[in-house]
């Protein structure tokens, strides 16, 4: 049971260029969203999913666009990098309902000169 | 606003000694608070999840309390082993809406 895959794990962009961040998860769980950690803040909720077809913005959405076509699938694209988008990037999901735990896959680190 | 504060910022411990990092928040309405453990390099594990009419809760060595009425929350750890050494992220719901504290940052020393 793998859980929450992301790829990849680094990644180097120049100003300007586009790129697609993977995730994928086995669990079937219906609420996937997508995460930013800078250093000294908590993470920050870029977009989120409750379900196949169905996206929404979080707190930080600018730049970054999301797709879900699949219950296993949620994919973050970059549109133009621009270096304040250097960070961690975590992709999360869960069951419906507030008490489920979020679980993370293990980040992807970009950074964009 | 909705803020969660977390202190201290980093703490160094000794191997074998036992530890409490504390979580301040002001959020609401107040659905449950969790506290997540991040090891380097990988993503947040939750270690346990408190309701509102929850005091204490434990997980192994990890002792999570709340607070309600002063809106804190600590979670202990006991007797510290090299492992523990990790960011600690306290994380409260607040009906849909999921609000992260920036973490307190564990090193425990052979």
């Known amino acids: 049971n793998a859980g929450v895959t992301q790829t990849p794990k680094f990644q180097v962009l120049k100003t300007g260029q586009s790129m697609t961040l993977q995730c994928a998860q086995d669990m079937n769980h219906e609420y996937m969203s997508w995460y930013r950690q800078d250093p000294g803040m908590g993470l920050r909720l870029i977009h989120y999913?409750?379900?196949?077809?169905?996206?929404d913005q979080g707190e930080v959405p600018n730049g970054y666009n999301v797709s879900r076509s699949t219950t296993e699938d949620f994919p973050l694209r970059l549109l133009s990098a621009a270096p304040s988008q250097t960070s961690v990037y975590f992709c999360?999901?869960?069951?419906?309902?507030?008490?489920?735990?979020?679980?993370f896959g293990n980040g992807t680190r970009l950074t964009v000169t | 606003k909705n803020q969660v504060e977390q202190s201290p910022q980093s703490l160094i411990i000794l191997e074998g000694k036992n530890c409490t990092l504390q979580?301040?928040?002001?959020?609401?309405?107040?659905?449950?608070l969790r506290w997540y453990k991040q090891d380097t390099g990988r993503g947040p594990v939750s270690l346990t999840i408190m309701t509102f009419s929850e005091n204490t809760k434990s997980n192994g060595r990890y002792t999570a309390t709340l607070d309600a009425d002063t809106k804190q929350s600590s979670l202990h750890i006991t007797a510290s082993q090299l492992s523990d050494s990790a960011s600690y992220i306290c994380?409260?719901?607040?009906?849909?809406?999921?609000?992260f504290g920036a973490g307190t940052r564990l090193f425990v020393k052979a």
């Open positions: 994380v409260v719901s607040a009906g849909f809406k999921t609000i």
């Open positions: 999913s409750v379900g196949a077809g169905i996206t």
């Open positions: 999360a999901s869960s069951r419906r309902g507030e008490d489920s735990p979020l679980h």
């Open positions: 979580c301040n928040y002001t959020v609401s309405p107040f659905s449950n």
